[in-house]
């Protein structure tokens, strides 16, 4: 306060001392001139309320005149003290000393505030400027930036705001301070997933439109916020997985590079050549306009089945999305079998071999005398079969 009035009594010193006319008409003209440069030229391009919405509109257009308000009182209160009328000035402060400071901590208040408003509009501008130049900042990336810079502001804004009100700043941190600890203690959870989607923002392991699987949930990444991720699974359902959980979790990107590779088995009967086999499949699968052709598709033999060697198809798609993948699969599956059997290529059924053993030494029955015997002489003619 006391720095406050020292540099309100330096200032009325300075406009007072203006004793000449030509100088009074040279401060006069310069102050008109800084006045309507300041107000009309630069504060409208700052503010630039115009090209937004209506609710902007209103809110930039009560900006610009507040600010312009305050320079033609600030200017016209300037020119009485440099054209000697301040004693008037300092009459009507005895009177209403009190009010005066009221009104003056109102108006310092809307001003820093208004000041505030257009200097987060400037960030937006800037922060979306930077997403536009930098490629590697995602849409979230630069929602996370612009809010947390206009965070920043607004908590500055407002420790400015309680010191022109002489509040007592340092209380009310370790107020905040004690809060912020309790808080924290009672939503560790929410907080976990506060600093997890942080974490995921900026780490960048999936986007939005990636095809992933977090865990056993496999879906499109259709939106991503400070507290949780919501896939689109292949059934419709939208999956909302807290970030926490999603941190914790192993996670598949099968949209990372821009293609996916598919696997399919055939098995194919003992009695056919598996390299015929392989060199059919693939001049099937080359063929197809679903299937990228590099990587090129690959077949190798994978494990000898009960009815069949197994061969695993291996294929690529670019941009995958379930729709894609699985009009690729049955494409696939159904040029391969008519490949298959234009060559003769027998692909099996499920089947068993069935084969008898011989007994050594056989069994022994007891006859009607009580005599043992081996089961290979216990003959009808040798019991008197009727």
């Known amino acids: 306060m006391f720095q406050a009035t020292t540099t309100a009594e330096s200032t009325r010193a300075f406009l007072e001392g203006f004793d000449t006319l030509g100088g009074r008409f040279g401060f006069t003209a310069a102050l008109l001139v800084v006045v309507a440069l300041v107000g009309w030229a630069i504060v409208p391009r700052l503010v630039d309320g115009v090209d937004g919405s209506a609710v902007q509109w209103a809110v930039g257009g009560a900006i610009l005149r507040a600010v312009q308000f305050c320079l033609v009182v600030g200017g016209a209160v300037s020119l009485i003290y440099v054209w000697g009328f301040g004693s008037l000035v300092t009459e009507l402060e005895s009177h209403f000393e009190d009010d005066i400071v009221v009104a003056g901590r109102v108006l310092g208040s809307l001003f820093i505030f208004f000041a505030a408003y257009a200097g987060a509009r400037f960030l937006s501008g800037v922060v979306a400027n930077l997403g536009h130049r930098a490629d590697w900042m995602t849409d979230h990336q630069e929602e996370i ?3 947390t810079s206009q965070l920043l502001l607004f908590g500055f804004v407002g420790l400015v705001i309680l010191g022109i009100w002489d509040a007592n700043i340092g209380g009310l941190l370790v107020g905040a301070g004690f809060l912020g600890i309790v808080v924290g203690l009672a939503a560790r959870q929410t907080l976990g997933s506060l600093i997890a989607g942080f974490v995921l923002m900026f780490s960048r392991p999936f986007t939005i439109g990636d095809w992933v699987q977090v865990g ?3 879906g499109i990444v259709t939106d991503i916020t400070i507290f949780n991720t919501r896939l689109e699974n292949f059934d419709g359902e939208f999956v909302v997985l807290p970030n926490d959980s999603v941190a914790d979790r192993a996670i598949t990107n099968r949209s990372q590079k821009g293609l996916l590779r598919i696997r399919v088995d055939v098995g194919i009967d ?3 050549d598996p390299e015929r086999a392989q060199q059919v499949a693939i001049e099937a699968i080359s063929g197809l306009s679903e299937v990228v ?10 494990e000898f089945g009960d009815s069949s060697v197994i061969l695993e198809m ?3 798609i670019d941009h995958p999305t379930p729709p894609r993948k699985w009009k690729a699969v049955s494409s696939v599956i159904s040029s391969v079998k008519a490949a298959f059997e234009a060559e003769g ?5 499920p089947q068993r071999e069935l084969a008898g053993r011989a007994e050594s030494g056989g069994f022994h029955v007891r006859d009607t005398d009580g005599q043992t015997g081996n089961a290979e002489d216990a003959t009808p003619e040798a019991h008197g079969n009727d």
Do not use: G, T
């Open 145 to 147: 930036v612009l809010r």
């Open 293 to 302: 052709d590099a990587p090129p598709p690959q077949v190798f033999p994978k």
């Open 345 to 349: 290529i027998k692909i099996p059924f």
């Open 270 to 272: 003992y009695a056919a």
């Open 314 to 316: 291996r294929f690529w």
């Open 216 to 218: 056993d949930e496999e």
